[in-house]
Each structure stands twice: as structure tokens, then as C-alpha cells.
């Protein structure tokens, strides 16, 4: 079946602009995962949603950066004044809902560049 | 505050030599860990897990990894490695019995000269 999708792959914006990346997970996963990568370093995570609700925003950097998932399935990452440290590829993973621990899967990433 | 460590930053092979690649990380309860693997040009894919149980595990492509606890390590391993492995690893760790965040390591890059 499809995969986790991503968009835009690639994003260039200037800075103190707004950017949404948009994340659409396999169909049938509950679980939603943000995370991002910088050049040279694995992935760092951000924020995970279980539905609607983020169960766990503690990786969120600040107040600029905030994600939504109003219907339990899609998710958009917003970054509100972005910064040249913004700049780096952000993930989105999801996961089944189960009793136990499930592997994550990744989608493609959204290069942000914010000149 | 976990972490997990990558003990190789780039790793040079022939083709058909062994592959070990070292994790370690820091977490005192139980743990879930994986290893992702990313090809040039695509997106991380799970390479293998480790929940519980047998702590040898093994994974596609003829991978394996095995969980020392009192090392608090999961060193990935290969007999013999193919320029199709070519790419980059990823150690990761989650907290056991919860669907949280994983805390991934910086990756080794394995390049292998055909």
C-alpha cells in the first residue's frame, strides 16, 4: 500500500516567513511522529500525536514551531518567524495503534531552507 | 536525559568483507531498538527491531544485530557485505511498552567499493 507521503519536498523561504509542511500517514495508523534532521546528524524528534491529540510536544524546539492533526490522520507542522537554524529535513513517521511498541514509518522528508 | 551513541562516523569496505557496525546507549529501563537504513536518495526503512525475547536478531538482506544488555549495546552486523549496501545507518531507541519518540544515533555512513 502507499507509503507516508510528505509536502512539499523541498521548501525555500526567507526569514521571518511562515511555512506548513504537510504530512499524510498510511492509512489505518493512529500514531503521527514529527521529527528533524540536520546535515551530519540523525533524526531529532519533535512531536507525536496518538489521533487528534499530541501525546508528547516536549521535542518542539519554541513557541514558533506548533503541529496540528485535526482529524486524525493528516498532520501539518507550522513554523511561524522561521530562522536560518530552521534549515533541515523534516521527518514524519506513523505508526499502528497496538497493546505493544511498533516500528515507525518514514516518509520521504521536507527540505526546508529558509534563506 | 538517553542518548545513543554511533561509534563510526564512515566506514570504508570492499565488497564481501564483515560489517560491524557499533550502537550504545544510554537508558536504564527497558528499551526497543531498531536499526533504519537510508539509500541514497530515499527515505529511512526499517532494517531490524528488537522488542523482547532473543536477543539475535535478524533482519532483511541478510543483517543482524544482536542486544547485550550489560553493555547496553546493539551492534549491527553483516558476514558479507555487497556494494548495494551502500548507504547510511541509524541506531535508534525507544522507551519499552510505549509507542514514543525514538532517540536515533548520527548515523554511520557505509560506503563499499565494488
Known amino acids: 500500500g502507499a507509503g507516508v507521503s510528505q509536502t512539499p519536498s523541498n521548501k525555500v523561504t526567507e526569514k521571518g516567513k511562515y511555512v506548513e509542511l504537510r504530512c499524510d500517514p498510511i492509512?489505518?495508523?493512529?500514531?503521527l511522529y514529527w521529527y528533524r534532521q540536520s546535515l551530519g546528524q540523525g533524526p531529532e524528534f519533535l512531536i507525536y500525536?496518538?489521533?487528534?491529540?499530541?501525546?508528547?510536544d516536549s521535542g518542539l524546539p519554541n513557541d514558533r514551531f506548533f503541529a496540528v492533526r485535526p482529524e486524525g490522520s493528516v498532520s501539518t507542522l507550522k513554523i511561524q518567524r522561521t530562522e536560518r537554524g530552521d534549515s533541515a529535513v523534516y521527518l514524519c513517521?506513523?505508526?499502528?495503534?497496538?497493546?505493544?511498541?511498533?516500528?515507525?514509518?518514514f516518509g520521504p522528508g521536507t527540505r526546508l531552507t529558509v534563506t | 536525559a538517553q542518548s545513543v551513541s554511533q561509534h563510526n562516523h564512515h566506514v570504508i569496505l570492499s565488497e564481501a568483507a564483515s560489517l560491524e557496525l557499533g550502537c550504545n546507549y544510554s537508558?536504564?529501563?527497558?528499551?526497543?531498538l531498531f536499526w533504519y537504513v537510508q539509500y541514497p536518495g530515499q527515505h529511512l526503512q526499517l532494517l531490524l527491531k528488537?522488542?523482547?525475547?532473543?536477543?539475535l536478531v535478524k533482519g532483511i538482506k541478510g543483517f543482524e544485530a544482536e542486544f547485550i544488555k550489560s553493555k547496553f549495546s546493539f551492534n549491527l552486523r553483516k558476514p558479507s557485505v555487497q556494494w548495494s549496501d551502500t548507504a547510511e545507518y541509524f541506531c535508534?531507541?525507544?522507551?519499552?511498552?510505549?509507542?514514543?519518540?525514538?532517540?536515533f544515533g548520527k548515523g554511520t555512513k557505509l560506503s563499499v567499493k565494488p
Open positions: 535508534a531507541v525507544g522507551r519499552g511498552g510505549s509507542q514514543g519518540n525514538l532517540i
Open positions: 537508558y536504564g529501563g527497558t528499551v526497543n
Open positions: 500525536f496518538q489521533g487528534t491529540g499530541a501525546a508528547d
Open positions: 528488537y522488542f523482547s525475547g532473543d536477543p
Open positions: 513517521a506513523s505508526s499502528r495503534l497496538a497493546g505493544g511498541p511498533l516500528e515507525q514509518y
Open positions: 492509512s489505518g495508523h493512529t500514531a
